[in-house]
């Protein structure tokens, strides 16, 4: 592998570094979101603080840290594979485009949830589509890295 990195053109180590960048602070923040929601359900005292830190979460970590993954992911992808894509690029778009959906909604049900207190079944289903996005996020992940 170091020996592909030694001889990749030095024009592709800005738009790859950003897509790990990105990949890397949405598989965290969406972490976040999952670790806050199943903290509120034990904490229900706590639950419309954790639900806020979650909204914000959201808004600041996880909507542009999916754009700067996706928009990098394609700029690479043009500088790379100009003709034909492996079989791992299509995971990688499946995650992103199939994950950006879920995102959306988990952004909904974290709003709803934070204007809630932290009360109801929104409450309840954000950790778990959180948890559903880190797996398909996962698989990407290993998809990309181990290019199977």
Do not use: C
């Amino acid at each position: 592998m170091t020996v592909v990195a030694a001889i990749r053109p030095d024009s592709w180590n800005l738009p790859l570094f950003l897509h790990v960048l990105g990949a890397t602070v949405l598989f965290g923040a969406t972490a976040t979101v999952a670790v806050v929601g199943f903290a509120s359900r034990s904490r229900r005292d706590s639950a419309p603080l954790l639900f806020r830190i979650a909204w914000r979460t959201f808004l600041l970590g996880i909507i542009p840290s999916w754009i700067l993954m996706r928009v990098t992911a394609q700029w690479i992808l043009g500088k790379e594979y100009e003709d034909n894509e492996p079989g791992w690029v299509g995971v990688g778009f499946i995650v992103s485009e199939g994950g950006g959906l879920l995102l959306i909604v988990l952004g909904i049900l974290a709003w709803v949830a934070s204007r809630r207190n932290g009360a109801g079944k929104a409450a309840v289903a954000v950790p778990v589509l959180a948890s559903v996005i880190l797996i398909a996020l996962g698989v990407a992940w290993f998809a990309m890295s181990a290019k199977p």
